[in-house]
């Protein structure tokens, strides 16, 4: 039997957890739009050698973030299958 009140207040914590980061995400976004283009204006290059770098972190990080999204994909599985613990 689904305890509704424990239900309802793990969706409430859910929904404000994800709140508080889509809060933080934006902040830390509007920081970097506001540190690039600072540093476009001191220096024209600047956005090619973003981009190059941008790329190289990608492809560095790219098993990382693929071995953590697969986690997430596993857990909403798991709790698909009916799996909670």
Known sequence: ??????????????????????????????????????????????????EQKRRESAEKNADIVQAVIAGYDEKFRQMKDGYVC
Do not use: W
Not at 6 to 31: G, P, V
């Open 1 to 50: 039997m689904v305890n509704e009140s424990a239900l309802r207040d793990a969706l409430l914590a859910f929904n404000d957890d994800a709140k508080s980061q889509y809060i933080m995400l934006s902040s830390i976004l509007a920081e970097l739009e506001a540190l690039r283009e600072t540093v476009r204006g001191l220096d024209p290059t600047f956005g090619d050698v973003m």
